[in-house]
């Protein structure tokens, strides 16, 4: 599943129209979703980003990609105006922590560092880059639970660091600016899926665990053994042999067929 | 257009060496990739819970200042290390090829390619240790192409001519450069350097078809290595690591026969022969590896090392030492059980 993150309603709408998401009510942030995505709007500033992320992450394990999209700032210099951003550094202004997400995949926008300031910016600080409020508390957070190449941001230039935009001309163009990417976000959805797939339990190890009943310690075990038995092409049906229909009542009996498996499995 | 972005599309920079002259040169040659400005190379390489596999997809490059440990002592999971005047150096950090054995890949938390452009703190350090060596009447032996492949990245970055021309004026060095590489235009371009010894690693044909990704083939190998003896350079080779694959026996009998056949044999000063083994710990990592079957062994696991058992190890190598014994004496095959 896709996490996408944003600080603002006006940032979420439109997205939620090219997405097709639809509000769940009973979360402590305003959440939309379909199958594929959740969306978590999470107010402004790096500590409202970061909360917001880390509870979805936490409060929704599925997820395997996140995305942070919203507005920014930027001189005259550096980007123009109502132009897409993908960002390839963020640098904390108050920490001055850096996080490097990982950028493996061709995708068609410009590249941009990004600071994350604390106060609306109103003048030209001479930043090389993109300015916001939100993105390096949301990737702080995002990097606890994911690989760095599972984390994306893209930002959208709404002012020239003036601190002031037309909220309607805004919400018009930020609308068609994202109906303009909307591959790119089911790029994003599709990757998620799969990265899905590619990390769920194999059948076999669910198919072990339904008929033991085995400790933690033991399926860590079974996990491990299995993965390089299916490597090495094993031959499931040995396995299945050992198997009952159900699990033994006793522990004896779980333990006899755990010895067994592991024999197997380890060759 | 989501396609896998190519081999170093980003190009990471430490400040500090922004302006040095080798990373001028190496951002030359890759005019199209994002440039990105870091604090320290760690902000990349040493990220947690980086994604290596996928990384090696994608691989980007870090240019960096080494700041410390410039040279280090050889370990027991290392050749060389009998002689008490090993040392081995790491300006580069990670390799462009990915052989699924490789204990790289349990080293390190990602994929990316570090290069440490300040060679000449290197090449001091270097010297300082030949001056200090612990056995005068033997040369400083400094392998500067084990956590990486100098030659294969020469394209890249360009070191090994630096570390060529510095090596000509070092009579008391042995320079070992290992390699798995096709490489023929630095050869043409430099004349033999006394002082250097260029070490093919050689797998048979099915090994590095299968387990050796991005790697040159066998005859490719063995092509630049006569390339090399014919121009004069000193070479050795290392049959490292043997490996326990499927009709192993045969694999490894046409492969030593096709080395006897090809190899010119006179010009050798040393075959390094070895069977795999590893560090417990990076092989703890490196069992994460998706797809190979190789990691998957049962292996015996025994004083924080990984290998096989005993038996199949002596059983490995002596094949391959015997059949060695046709083309060079015994007393120049180094093993490693």
Redesign the interface.
């Given at each position: 599943m896709l996490l996408v993150t944003v600080a603002l309603m006006i940032e979420a709408r439109p997205l939620c129209a090219q997405l097709g998401l639809k509000a769940v009510s009973g979360h402590s942030y305003p959440v939309f979703q379909n199958g594929k995505t959740i969306l978590v709007v999470s107010g402004t500033g790096a500590l409202n980003a970061s909360a917001s992320a880390g509870w979805a992450l936490g409060r929704f394990p599925e997820i395997s990609m996140a995305l942070n999209i919203g507005f920014a700032g930027a001189s005259e210099t550096v980007a123009s105006m109502h132009e897409w951003r993908y960002i390839h550094s963020i640098r904390d202004e108050a920490s001055g922590h850096m996080g490097i997400p990982d950028i493996l995949w061709n995708h068609p926008f410009k590249e941009s560092a990004l600071l994350t300031v604390g106060k609306v910016l109103r003048e030209d600080i001479g930043w090389k880059g993109l300015v916001d409020m939100e993105g390096s508390g949301f990737y702080q957070a995002a990097r606890r639970s994911l690989a760095p190449d599972r984390i994306a941001l893209l930002k959208w230039i709404s002012d020239y660091l003036t601190g002031e935009i037309d909220v309607k001309i805004t919400e018009r163009k930020y609308a068609n600016a994202i109906a303009e990417i909307g591959d790119f976000l089911n790029h994003l959805e599709e990757e998620a899926s799969t990265c899905a797939v590619e990390e769920a339990q194999s059948p076999y190890f669910e198919m072990i665990q339904q008929r033991l009943r085995l400790s933690q310690t033991q399926l860590l075990f079974i996990e491990k053994w299995l993965a390089g038995y299916i490597a090495r092409g094993g031959d499931w049906q040995l396995v299945e042999d050992l198997l009952p229909e159900e699990p033994p009542k006793h522990k004896s009996g779980n333990a006899r067929i755990f010895e067994q498996l592991k024999n197997v499995l380890k060759g | 257009?989501?396609?896998?972005?190519k081999h170093f599309?980003?190009i990471?920079v430490e400040g500090m060496v922004m302006d040095h002259p080798r990373t001028r040169e190496v951002l030359k040659r890759f005019p199209r990739s994002?440039l990105?400005?870091?604090?320290d190379y760690q902000?990349?390489f040493g990220?947690?819970?980086?994604?290596f596999w996928?990384?090696k997809?994608?691989p980007?490059l870090v240019l960096a200042h080494k700041k410390e440990n410039l040279l280090y002592k050889g370990n027991v999971f290392l050749q060389g290390n009998e002689s008490p005047n090993f040392c081995y150096t790491a300006q580069v950090l990670n390799c462009p090829y990915d052989c699924h054995y490789c204990y790289l890949q349990g080293m390190y938390a990602g994929a990316n390619i570090v290069a440490f452009v300040n060679l000449e703190d290197t090449f001091r350090a270097a010297e300082e240790a030949c001056a200090t060596r612990p056995d005068p009447k033997r040369p400083l032996h400094l392998a500067i192409s084990y956590d990486t492949d100098l030659l294969a990245l020469e394209g890249i970055l360009g070191f090994g001519r630096d570390w060529l021309r510095w090596a000509e004026s070092q009579p008391d060095m042995l320079v070992e450069i290992r390699t798995k590489s096709a490489i023929h235009r630095l050869l043409a371009e430099f004349p033999p350097v006394d002082t250097v010894r260029l070490a093919w690693t050689l797998s048979p044909d099915p090994v590095a078809r299968q387990y050796e990704e991005g790697a040159p083939s066998l005859d490719a190998r063995i092509k630049a290595l006569k390339h090399a003896a014919d121009k004069g350079w000193r070479i050795s080779i290392c049959l490292d690591p043997v490996l326990m694959v499927p009709g192993h026996h045969r694999v490894y009998s046409e492969f030593v026969h096709k080395l006897e056949r090809e190899l010119p044999w006179p010009q050798v000063e040393q075959v390094e022969l070895g069977v795999f083994r590893m560090s417990s710990t990076h092989f703890k990592r490196m069992?994460k590896r998706p797809?190979?079957?190789l990691?998957?062994?049962?292996f015996e696991h025994a004083n924080n090392a990984v290998s096989y058992k005993l038996e199949e190890r002596k059983e490995l190598v002596s094949e391959v030492f015997v059949q060695l014994q046709n083309s060079i004496s015994e007393e120049k095959i180094h093993l490693w059980i």
């Open positions: - | 257009m989501y396609s896998k972005a599309s980003h990471y994002q990105i400005p870091i604090d902000n990349v990220r947690s819970r980086q994604d996928r990384q997809a994608s980007k069992q797809g190979t079957d990691l998957h062994y049962p």
